[in-house]
């Protein structure tokens, strides 16, 4: 059984695969790209929840308002820092080891977006270059 293709038909036949292909290895580089980056945001969301277990964030922002309001922020950080749990300040350490862990991450996949639509419009004009040569 033998199939009888112009040469215009394999030409498109190929170009059709290729985009297919390059589709899918475009969608596996952005998986790997930005899954990183929403693992990390899980995380963040599970230790930001744990810490409101240990600390009135509503109670927090209260005595943050008042403290600025008096121009006492300065002791206000401090005795806030001095006068808390061991494991409150490991969470808010956590937190910002995973905060900054994520700023990574997100960095990443907005570079691998800006590539992979840098790529598609240089593609795009590429292609409308050629077809109106042709």
């Known amino acids: 059984m033998e199939h009888n293709y112009t ?8 170009k059709s695969l290729k985009q297919r292909i390059m589709r899918r290895i475009y969608i596996l580089y952005m998986l790997r ?23 009135s964030v509503k109670d927090v922002w209260k005595n943050l308002g008042m403290a600025q309001d008096s121009g006492q922020l300065s002791s206000f950080s401090f005795s806030a820092l001095s006068e808390t749990e061991i494991t409150t300040k490991l969470l808010l350490i956590v937190l910002g080891v995973v905060g900054y862990i994520t700023y990574r991450h997100l960095k990443r996949a907005w570079r ?6 840098q790529g598609t419009f240089e593609a795009r004009s590429t292609k409308s270059e050629r077809n109106s040569n042709m």
């Not at 790209?33 to 600390?55: K, Q, S």
């Not at 691998?112 to 639509?117: F, G, Q, S, Y």
């Open 33 to 55: 790209t930005i899954a990183p980056f929403a693992f990390d945001c899980l995380i963040i969301i599970i230790v930001a929840f744990i810490a409101t277990l240990f600390v």
């Open 112 to 117: 691998a977006v800006r590539t992979l639509k």
């Open 7 to 14: 040469n215009e038909e394999m030409i498109v036949s190929v």
